[in-house]
């Protein structure tokens, strides 16, 4: 649901109309980002940098055809980025605007679907965190002058136990298990050094389940949350990376998560077909997926 409303925002992508299956192709990438690097047909490697070359070949189709024959209104992102390109002070290149639109792809791709799915796991399991969340929705619905009006900023703003469901789920889920910095002089850390020019791991997992920063930090509490910073990233809350590269969706996946929960805990109630165990490696994981069925709550 969500690839495709981000794939439509983005480059107007429909499956029905297009010759690759996007989503294939990205699912192929992902499997293999973190792969032995042995590339020969069949390794997840090799599918990896066989799903990327599909997509940014697609991009860059795309990119010819939209440039010999415009859109005359601008319909998505990708056209925001055709008009940056004809500028003559811009430093976009096509080359990083094609990866700039494939950066965009993938990073809608799973992270907010996997914490939505993430989050209901956590619901279903701890009926007191789904009961205060939907008094807080119910609460928001029962002030409205229309109750089927749209969320507003203002509700939004109001949801905080919404905001600590989503950072506990989060911490949880890590769902980036690891971000990348270069050392770009000497760093002197206790006793080591780690030389200027080398790649440094930073394991978001090892932060959120030290059980020094989170007591019994496989529990899921978002009440732990309580009265603290629910937005920025700290040492011990990565979830969105930090620091001069941090998430730039971060405020956009937050929104999506609380309108989704607003809307699922208003309208709905679900019980658990099959799947549902966890497997942490270390990003949660479902090895055998994770089926509900919905019901509609008020008929
Ligand atoms: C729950 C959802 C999400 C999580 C957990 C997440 C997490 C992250 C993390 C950990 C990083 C690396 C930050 C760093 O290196 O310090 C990152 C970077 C990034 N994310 Fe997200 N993300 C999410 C959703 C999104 C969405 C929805 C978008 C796009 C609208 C997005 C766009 C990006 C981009 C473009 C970067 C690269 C930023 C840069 O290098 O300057 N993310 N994200």
Redesign the pocket.
């Known amino acids: 649901m969500i690839f495709e409303l981000m794939g439509k925002k983005l480059i107007s992508y429909d499956l029905e109309k297009s010759s690759e299956n996007l989503r294939e192709n990205f699912e192929a990438f992902i499997q293999g980002l973190i792969s032995f690097p042995l590339n020969i047909p069949g390794t997840a490697y090799y599918k990896c940098l066989q799903g990327r070359k599909k997509v940014m070949r697609m991009l860059k189709n795309m990119l010819e055809a939209r440039r010999a024959k415009p859109n005359k209104i601008k319909i998505d992102f990708f056209d925001y980025v055709l008009e940056e390109l004809k500028q003559n002070d811009t430093v976009l290149t096509e080359e990083i605007s094609l990866d700039l639109m494939f ?2 792809l993938f ?2 791709f799973e ?2 679907s996997q ?1 939505i799915t993430i989050a209901i796991k956590f619901l279903t399991d701890n009926p007191r965190a789904l009961k205060e969340l939907t008094e807080e929705h119910e609460k928001i619905i029962r002030k409205r002058e229309h109750p089927e009006a749209g969320v507003t900023w203002k509700e939004y703003k109001s949801m905080t136990f919404t905001f600590q469901l989503i950072n506990e789920t ?1 911490r949880l889920a890590n ?2 298990p690891g ?2 910095r270069k050392a770009v002089t000497d760093i002197k850390y206790k006793d080591y050094t780690i030389p200027s020019g080398w790649v440094i791991m930073v394991c ?1 997992p090892a932060v959120h389940l030290d059980p020094v920063n989170y007591k019994d930090p496989l529990n899921f509490d978002p009440w732990r949350w309580e009265g603290m910073d629910l937005k920025n990233a700290s040492k011990t809350f ?13 405020d ?2 937050r929104l ?2 609380a309108i989704f929960l607003h809307c699922l805990v208003t309208k709905y109630k679900w019980q658990t077909i099959k799947g549902g165990d966890i497997v942490r490696t270390p990003g949660l994981q479902f090895p055998n997926g994770f089926h509900v069925q919905f019901f509609e709550k008020h008929k």
Do not use: D, S, Y
């Open positions: 950066a965009l990073a809608n992270t907010t914490a989060l769902i980036v971000v990348f978001p990565m979830a969105f990376g930090g620091g001069l590269r941090f998430c730039v969706g971060a956009f996946a999506q998560m």
